[in-house]
């Protein structure tokens, strides 16, 4: 057996069944994203929020005695979502979606030093069981250069929506280039979505606390 298997737990839930994840989740992003990496983001004392931040937001996160290792937020695209609203001049070679099967991820992370590619493999996993719970075609998000190039090593396909551009500074004054693209759940191998699912089987315990008939548990 997995020495992590019991250890690491997966939660999708909102601000209005959670609301301690305002804090938990924010603490964890101002820990990786401004702290970490450098990104020029407002804090609301520890925290990082922002307008993204609603009672519409779904948030997918690992724990790891009882505390956050890594995780993600959803928007529908049919609400305002990030990359469309502030970055949409990365959107020139086609239109950003506004669909109801279309969802944003965004403030993808991992916060742990200790098997960062595990976790973090595990967090894609739980990305695209996010995907077949909403019945998602695709997944749109902004990442940098090099997260794009992990992606495809990992052999998930994307399509972008134009070329990169700056998207901004970090803390050392180096322009923070990002392209926008989304992953097509359809259009990924078999072979992938097999992996992904057995991991979401045999690793994680997944609580989906948005389930229309109450809270419901995966664990195998």
């Known amino acids: 057996m997995n020495k992590h298997r019991r250890s690491r ?3 999708i839930t909102t601000l209005g069944l ?12 101002k820990a990786l994203f401004v702290d970490q990496l450098g990104w ?7 925290i990082e929020i922002d307008e993204f931040d609603t009672d519409n937001t779904v948030y997918c996160l690992i724990h790891e005695s009882d505390k956050i290792i890594s995780g993600f937020r959803a928007v529908i695209t049919t609400l305002p979502y990030l990359v469309k609203t502030h970055f949409s001049h990365l959107g020139s070679t086609r239109p950003f979606p ?3 099967d279309y969802y944003e991820i965004s403030r993808f992370g991992v916060l742990s030093t200790d098997n ?14 996010f995907a077949q719970r909403r019945d998602a075609t695709a997944l749109i998000a902004i990442a940098d250069l090099g997260h794009e190039r992990l992606l495809r090593a990992m052999g998930i396909r994307t399509r972008r929506y134009g070329p990169p551009g700056v998207v901004g500074v970090d803390a050392w004054g180096q322009p923070i280039v990002s392209v926008a693209g989304d ?8 072979e992938l979505i097999r ?8 690793e ?6 948005t389930h229309v008939l109450g809270r419901t548990s995966v664990y195998a």
């Open 9 to 11: 737990k997966a939660i």
């Open 18 to 29: 959670r609301p301690s994840v305002k804090e938990e989740f924010g603490a964890f992003r």
């Open 40 to 46: 020029s983001l407002k804090l609301h004392g520890n």
């Open 98 to 100: 506004s669909r109801d």
């Open 116 to 129: 960062r590619l595990d976790i973090g493999l595990m967090t894609y996993a739980l990305m695209f069981d």
């Open 183 to 190: 992953i097509p759940i359809a259009e990924q191998s078999q």
């Open 195 to 202: 992996l992904l699912s057995n991991l979401c089987e045999t």
């Open 204 to 209: 994680l315990e997944i609580t989906d606390e």
